[in-house]
DNA sequence: CCTCGATGTCAAGCACACTTGACATCGAGG
DNA sequence: CCTCGATGTCAAGTGTGCTTGACATCGAGG
């Protein structure tokens, strides 16, 4: 499971720490998430989606 | 989180072992995830997903 | 009745999502 | 240089996603 995190969060200049407030989170999940170290819960998915205006589908994408 | 599986096994009439092995869980984590005991996790609400063509966000409502 | 498939549910265990707290590294700017 | 914000990462703890195995219930059909 990849994900666009990273680029989108640099468009807005965003830190790791602001774009985990905005989900409610903490930044080391930001980071773990982003590093691909494991996936996000589905309802911190919808959230991160959301923040971005995207849908989860465009967000993430699935490797199998 | 809730969700349209129950409707949507029904339309195609599957059993929820039916569609556990279509998204490679068990019978049980199907049931729970029907019964909203737990929301799936972001790869098996994907392939959930896939079997039923629809996006997640068709798929899971989330009401926050 | 009695069976049988489908569903609901419990317990115990393992893996992973997520936390707080801490520390290391790195690049930009004084 | 030195600092400082941002990032990367580790350890330890908590909670949840998911497993197997077991058993109870329920409705449909013999």
Chains 1, 2 share one sequence.
Do not use: C, H, Y
């Not at 720490?17 to 589905?42: M, Y």
């Amino acid at each position: 499971m990849k994900n666009r995190i990273p680029e989108l969060r640099a468009e807005r200049a965003w830190t790791q720490a602001d774009l985990a407030q905005r989900v409610s989170v903490s930044r080391q999940t930001i980071n773990a998430i982003e590093k691909g170290k494991f996936d996000p819960s589905l309802p911190v998915a919808f959230r991160l989606a959301k923040v971005f205006n995207l849908t989860i589908e465009e967000l993430f994408i699935d490797d199998q």
